[in-house]
């Protein structure tokens, strides 16, 4: 029989294990499963004993699991799941209990959070999805051992073996984040060095990624926000400090990327950790993430007095009309004129930008580019937008165009939905046309020439995956090299700058 009260905590790869050496984009790019480390560092507060297997850090890993399952025999099997990677952990479920029968799959992250009762009704291998944060919810659950779920809020479950199913609701209020422990780094085999922030957006290593807060008062028409809803909940100033004084003399981390939607959004606690990070050094850095509204000239220099090294905006596009479809406050002017007060400190920018909202056209995507390219922008990224469930969009993406809602695909890198108007064809090659233009500019060109002595290690990581960046260009760029001088185009070929 599985044993109560232990759990094993699995973060899907998403894709086939043998892929996982030739993506460019996971090579690049290997980020903690935060949220598994944070449901383990508080089950185990409450004498639940759990195990974290990382997919996509160690992609060829369910030998790892049968095997885990087999000599510990836990009762439950928790899977964290984006949209892309559901599907691979309904796999791994259905590998479970070939495994072990009896074990009880549970399932959380925004695409559950999202469809709620759409996944136990279309998959019989998920038994308990958790709906929103999961703290309290999983650990009910499993002290409960799964007897007693309608007792337990923020779950759905089935009414019996083939009855309806049922949500319990919303939890009443969201965690105090300063009464959790820290995320159970150590459990996270390899860590850190198992773990990649992306290339030439750090200065040293190790590092490693943080969250700070959870939510975001904004409500974009493209942003899912099933988990933590409009909430915006963060830690102190000095939970903070202590998170990376923890990091830092416990692995050795010396660089951190706050992964928080809107680091600065609460001034006060920001200008408190910059404070303490001034008057009682770790010889750290970091890098986060602002929105325009939320900095000014003098926040900025505190930041980068206290060791901030680069600072990432949404830009998402630089067509004021198209913006205003879909983004609250969409102020261009203002957005530039911070971008430049960035630079201005010393602080590396990138910019954050999507391709094929509903209602673009070329000469919106043109209107991005010369707006990215008139800016002192060091480091972009483009996404094919994606409609999420549980993004305001989504129920009402297929009025706006065509949509292929293949789960596997819904990461970013697949144009999955095209507007009225366009084809996916011609959004693939204007998306190239961007990124192409972009690394042919020669202050660009220069800037990452700079990485040689302000980022070593990242000089070094793009030298030993060029073969696999070598393929991914080649790939992605077989057919927009058929139509990138064609009449439709011609700006887009001079843009540069």
């Known amino acids: 029989m599985p044993t109560p009260e232990k759990i094993l905590l699995v973060h899907p790869l998403g894709y086939r294990a043998d892929a996982a050496g030739k993506d460019i984009t996971r090579l690049a790019n290997i980020m903690p499963p935060l949220?598994?480390?944070?449901?383990a560092a508080y089950m185990e507060q409450r004498s639940i004993s759990s195990t974290i297997i990382d997919c996509f850090a160690q992609p060829d890993s369910d030998q790892a699991i049968r095997q885990f399952l087999l000599d510990q025999r836990p009762a439950f099997i928790g899977l964290s799941c984006t949209t892309s990677s559901f599907l691979d952990g309904v796999r791994i479920a259905r590998l479970a209990k070939d495994t072990l029968p009896g074990i009880r799959a549970v399932f959380g992250g925004p695409h559950v959070s999202a469809l709620k009762g759409r996944i136990l009704e279309e998959f019989p291998e998920v038994d308990f999805t958790v709906v929103g944060e999961g703290?309290?919810?999983l650990t009910e659950l499993v002290q409960s051992r799964g007897e007693a779920p309608a007792g337990v809020k923020g779950l759905i479950y089935r009414d019996g073996a083939d009855g309806p199913t049922v949500f319990t609701g919303y939890r009443p209020q969201g965690l105090e984040l300063d009464t959790l422990p820290f995320p159970a780094y150590e459990k996270l085999a390899g860590f850190p060095d198992a773990y990649k922030l992306p290339i030439f957006n750090y200065p040293t290593v190790p590092n490693t990624s943080c969250i700070s807060s959870r939510g975001c008062p904004y409500a974009c028409s493209y942003c899912d926000r099933s988990v933590f809803r409009r909430s915006f909940r963060f830690n102190s100033a000095d939970y903070l400090y202590a998170h990376?004084?923890?990091?830092?003399s416990r692995f050795g981390?010396?660089?951190i990327n706050f992964y928080d939607d809107q680091f600065t959004f609460n001034r006060a606690r920001v200008e408190a950790f910059a404070d303490l990070m001034l008057s009682q050094p770790l010889g750290m850095t970091f890098n986060c993430a602002v929105r325009a509204e939320h900095i000014d000239a003098d926040l900025v220099r505190r930041l980068k007095a206290a060791g901030c090294w680069m600072m990432s905006l949404g830009i998402e596009s630089g067509d004021q009309e198209l913006l205003a479809h879909h983004r609250q406050n969409p102020d261009l002017d203002l957005l530039a004129g911070r971008i430049r007060m960035i630079k201005a400190a010393g602080i590396r920018t990138k910019g954050l930008l999507m391709i094929g909202l509903p209602g673009e056209t070329e000469q919106s995507i043109q209107r991005s580019m010369d707006y990215v390219f008139s800016l002192p922008v060091d480091d972009f990224n483009l996404a094919k937008f994606t409609p999420f469930p549980g993004s305001p969009l989504y129920e009402r993406i297929r009025e706006e165009g065509t949509f292929d809602e293949d789960w596997e695909k819904m990461d970013c890198m697949h144009f999955q939905f095209?507007?009225?108007?366009?084809?996916?064809e011609r959004l693939e090659d204007l998306f190239q046309a961007f990124y192409r233009a972009h690394f042919?500019?020669?202050?660009?060109?220069?800037?990452?020439?700079?990485?040689?002595w302000r980022s070593p290690d990242s000089w070094l990581r793009f030298l030993a995956s060029l073969p696999s960046f070598l393929r991914f260009t080649r790939t992605?760029?077989?057919?927009?090299?058929?139509?990138?001088?064609?009449?439709?185009?011609p700006r887009i070929m001079d843009s540069t700058k």
Do not use: C, I, P
């Not at 949220?35 to 449901?39: E, M, T, V, Y």
């Not at 095209?418 to 996916?424: A, D, N, P, S």
């Not at 992605?476 to 185009?489: E, G, P, V, W």
């Open 35 to 39: 949220g598994l480390a944070s449901l």
């Open 135 to 137: 703290e309290e919810t």
């Open 244 to 248: 990376l004084r923890y990091l830092n």
């Open 253 to 255: 981390v010396r660089h």
């Open 418 to 424: 095209v507007t009225h108007g366009m084809t996916r």
């Open 440 to 452: 042919k500019r020669a202050k660009v060109l220069l800037g990452y020439v700079a990485m040689l």
């Open 476 to 489: 992605t760029t077989r057919f927009a090299d058929k139509r990138l001088n064609d009449a439709s185009a």
